[in-house]
């Protein structure tokens, strides 16, 4: 056997399952997992050397056999695969901008042989076909193209403000304007060299002797620097003196707080740190009047003063020029406030003389002139407070309105008037529950009488139905026995004997089927007990008609439970 088939035949031999597990093994894995959940054994330990959670299920620590055969414990199988993850650019990448073009001055190996560039091939060339080929002319090259970088970026990389931002830009602008500086204090330097040096500035110096401060020499001098007020002005925080110049930094004002600082709340106002802005307000959430807090964010600002009367005085001149007046609100400010003053006078008026044309016309004055809607609908600033029941807690609640009837006039002891109290269609008294006008209160003695009556004669009522419904019963089958004992006498009226026979025999009948009913019933409450899922099929019984002795022995069997009386009668 050669060195490659054996080679094959080991990794045949790894790759195979893995053998059952004796018993004996099993038990002392399973003691050693529940040692180790209880933390009296050390953890597994991956490749890696970081410990694995001995609370994981074996569903997810288990290793399948036909990827990890050295049998180690890991977990690197439950973590995203470097071979399969999406690569993204760095953060440095970015497209080449402004490339200079080398243009070769001989020709190249491997280069177009129509215009000699190196990116592409003669039959890619987009210029016009030479008679005379850059490979034979050896004059006229042409540049070669430069071909961007293919940028994979993902989701925040897509999104992100400063993608080709280069800092060094940055720099090369500071470093101009440092440049521009020092040649601005140099030439300043000369000129005040040679200015001491013809002897103009002691001229100066002696014709203001009565100016103590020198800044006022500065300001009054016709060749003073451009940037004068620049470097008088004081930044927010320091005081700068632009003669000594000496800086001297003050200590923040406390009130002055940073905008990120004023609600650490993640789910308030956001900040954004390029601009330095906070729209929203940041104390929203809390519930504090804008007016109260020291800032209310960046919005506010544009609706508060004079932003609104500035806005709509900004709309006037637009909609002045569209139609040939011109107006500029920051050219000719005092013209556009004239010209819009007078605008809302001639508004007002012809909504006026509108007004006053459509009452002359139509009429209708009479209803402008009503009185104010608080009065024609009763409603008063007196303050009521109500709980959740109605009650009243806070204030004075409303005066109920009288009629030009007597009211609330008590009789006989009453304490609630005639109509307080209504049932079965009769109206009474609250206080007693007494339906007889002009009657004496008897009081909560009253309502147990009445009660007490109302139950008699529902007892009454039930008993007495019961009984009219038994007598119609009777009578029912006394007739139906007339009704056979005819239709019998005229069939046999010879046969006295047979007749006594027959009853004798429905009797019997009866009795068998009173016994089968109550078996039935036993049957069924024995039934009944059973669980559903447990209950035998009726599906197999024989299905008929029921005879007339069944059906009147179900008749005398069967409960009624909404019968008052079935107590009385041992149903």
């Given at each position: 056997?050669?060195?490659?088939?054996?080679?094959?035949?080991?990794?045949?031999?790894?790759?195979?399952?893995?053998?059952?597990?004796?018993?004996?093994?099993?038990?002392?894995?399973?003691?050693?997992?529940?040692?180790?959940?209880?933390?009296?054994?050390?953890?597994?330990?991956?490749?890696?050397?970081?410990?694995?959670?001995?609370?994981?299920?074996?569903?997810?620590?288990?290793?399948?056999?036909?990827?990890?055969?050295?049998?180690?414990?890991?977990?690197?199988?439950?973590?995203?695969?470097?071979?399969?993850?999406?690569?993204?650019?760095?953060?440095g990448d970015w497209y080449k901008r402004g490339v200079q073009e080398v243009i070769s001055t001989k020709f190249r190996k491997g280069a177009c042989e129509n215009c000699g560039a190196m990116t592409h091939k003669k039959k890619d060339c987009l210029e016009r076909p030479r008679k005379v080929g850059a490979k034979y002319s050896g004059s006229g090259m042409a540049p070669d193209e430069h071909q961007q970088i293919q940028l994979s970026m993902d989701y925040d990389g897509k999104r992100d403000r400063w993608n080709g931002y280069n800092p060094d830009e940055h720099m090369r602008i500071v470093e101009e304007y440092a440049k521009v500086d020092l040649a601005k204090r140099t030439l300043k330097a000369q000129k005040l060299q040679e200015e001491l040096a013809s002897g103009k500035l002691m001229d100066q110096a002696n014709s203001r002797k009565h100016l103590d401060d020198d800044a006022a020499q500065d300001h009054s001098s016709e060749d003073e620097d451009d940037d004068k007020y620049v470097d008088d002005f004081d930044m927010p925080g320091q005081n700068f003196d632009s003669k000594r110049r000496i800086t001297v930094r003050n200590l923040r004002i406390r009130e002055d707080i940073a905008k990120y600082l004023r609600n650490l709340d993640p789910n308030s106002a956001y900040y954004d740190p390029k601009t330095r802005a906070m729209r929203e307000n940041p104390y929203s959430n809390t519930g504090k009047n804008p007016e109260e807090v020291g800032y209310a964010g960046d919005n506010f600002v544009r609706y508060s003063g004079d932003t609104i009367s500035m806005a709509q005085t900004q709309l006037f001149a637009w909609e002045a020029y569209e139609k040939g007046s011109e107006v500029h609100l920051q050219a000719d400010p005092t013209k556009l406030e004239l010209l819009h003053q007078s605008y809302k006078v001639k508004k007002d008026d012809f909504k006026e003389k509108q007004k006053e044309s459509i009452l002359e016309k139509y009429g209708g004055q009479e209803h402008l002139d009503a009185p104010p809607r608080e009065l024609l609908l009763a409603q008063t600033e007196e303050y009521v407070e109500y709980s959740r029941h109605g009650a009243v807690l806070k204030g004075q609640e409303k005066a109920v309105a009288c009629s030009k009837y007597e009211e609330d006039v008590l009789i006989n002891n009453h304490t609630c008037i005639w109509g307080s109290y209504w049932k079965d269609g009769h109206w009474g008294y609250k206080c007693c529950h007494s339906m007889v006008k002009q009657s004496y209160c008897t009081g909560e003695a009253g309502k147990k009488v009445v009660v007490g009556v109302r139950c008699v004669s529902i007892v009454c009522y039930y008993v007495s139905k019961h009984l009219f419904c038994l007598i119609i019963c009777f009578m029912h089958q006394e007739k139906m026995k007339d009704k056979k004992k005819k239709k019998k006498s005229k069939k046999h009226r010879d046969s006295d004997s047979s007749d006594e026979e027959d009853e004798a025999k429905k009797k019997e009948k009866l009795k068998k089927a009173l016994s089968a009913e109550e078996q039935r019933l036993k049957q069924v409450a024995e039934m009944m007990q059973f669980d559903e899922r447990k209950r035998p099929y009726n599906s197999l019984k024989e299905v008929r008609e029921p005879t007339e002795e069944e059906m009147e022995a179900f008749r005398m069997k069967r409960c009624r439970p909404d019968d008052p009386m079935a107590s009385f009668l041992g149903q």
């Open positions: 056997m050669s060195k490659e088939e054996s080679k094959v035949s080991e990794e045949i031999v790894d790759l195979e399952e893995p053998k059952k597990m004796t018993r004996e093994d099993w038990r002392k894995k399973k003691e050693l997992e529940e040692q180790r959940k209880l933390g009296n054994a050390p953890a597994e330990v991956d490749e890696e050397g970081k410990d694995i959670n001995p609370h994981i299920p074996q569903y997810i620590s288990s290793v399948p056999w036909y990827i990890d055969p050295s049998k180690r414990p890991t977990l690197r199988h439950q973590r995203p695969q470097e071979e399969n993850q999406k690569q993204f650019a760095p953060i």
